[in-house]
């Protein structure tokens, strides 16, 4: 039996007593665009840290196809590639300088990775601004560079936590005609934005988490049909209920609490 791309077995983060992950239980298949979303200090980036290596878990395990990504670091590291929320860039460095940099920390020539930087710098059309520094980027170049460095090496996964924060209409549209090239080759996403019209546009299969803990999993027509949302329900709809913004007869919360305004 094939091994999922991403799995979380129990995995739990514990800061200071406040468990900020609690026990979640995932499995992501080869070839998913998976969405995993939940509100502000819900657990989704603390949860990509630890699927990913950067945060070690209080208790569980973190998979890559199979592999620990905590015993066997080199191994599942070399299959992924990440865009973390509030990336850090070398602001020093041009554009080119920093995707390729990428491609050689990765293993690949230094010819090579020039090679698919030009690549990368066209297809995400930052040819022009290639050899200018990064310092004097905007936030959508900045994310695309980041893309680029992530995908250099051809991941198996790719993991983006909040790829279109600020990022204006047309590189947003880049962005996603990236991504959808990345999953008609195979490319396993994981994919966490606030942004949920073009999650449930993208996205395969949905992951909602509320408090640490998975409260919702499955596809949109799932999901609307465990909520009894009806099949016209927007994912924004399905998500408010799911972490409970939303009350039984279907008025938000916030809506009840500001009745006053009307």
């Not at 590291?77 to 990336?87: D, F, R, T």
Request: glycine content about 10%; charged content about 25%.
């Amino acid at each position: 039996m094939t091994q999922p791309a991403v799995q979380a077995l129990d995995l739990t983060r514990v800061f200071d007593k406040k468990v900020a992950v609690d026990h979640i239980d995932l499995a992501v298949q080869e070839g998913e665009f998976f969405g995993f979303l939940g509100p502000n200090g819900a657990g989704k980036s603390t949860t990509i840290k630890m699927l990913v290596g950067l945060l070690r878990p209080t208790t569980g395990k973190a998979l890559i196809a199979g592999v620990d990504i905590w015993a066997n670091p080199l191994q599942a590291k070399a299959m992924i590639g990440v865009l973390p929320e509030g990336q850090t860039i070398y602001e020093r460095l041009t554009g080119r300088e920093f995707i390729t940099f990428a491609g050689v920390m990765y293993g690949l020539s230094e010819t090579e990775a020039s090679k698919r930087t030009a690549e990368l710098l066209d297809l995400l059309d930052l040819s022009e601004a290639g050899d200018k520094l990064i310092v004097d980027y905007s936030q959508g170049m900045r994310k695309k560079t980041g893309l680029a460095a992530a995908m250099i090496h051809a991941p198996r996964v790719l993991f983006l936590d909040e790829p279109f924060e600020g990022v204006d209409a047309i590189s947003g549209r880049a962005i996603r005609d990236v991504l959808q090239r990345l999953r008609q080759r195979g490319t396993t996403i994981f994919f966490s934005s606030h942004i949920l019209e073009v999650v449930e546009r993208l996205c395969t299969r949905v992951a909602v988490i509320a408090d640490g803990r998975l409260v919702a999993e499955g596809t949109i027509p799932e999901l609307r049909a465990r909520a009894h949302t009806g099949e016209a329900a927007t994912l924004e709809e399905i998500f408010l209920r799911a972490v409970g913004a939303t009350s039984e007869d279907g008025v938000p919360e916030a809506e009840r609490r500001l009745s006053w305004l009307e």
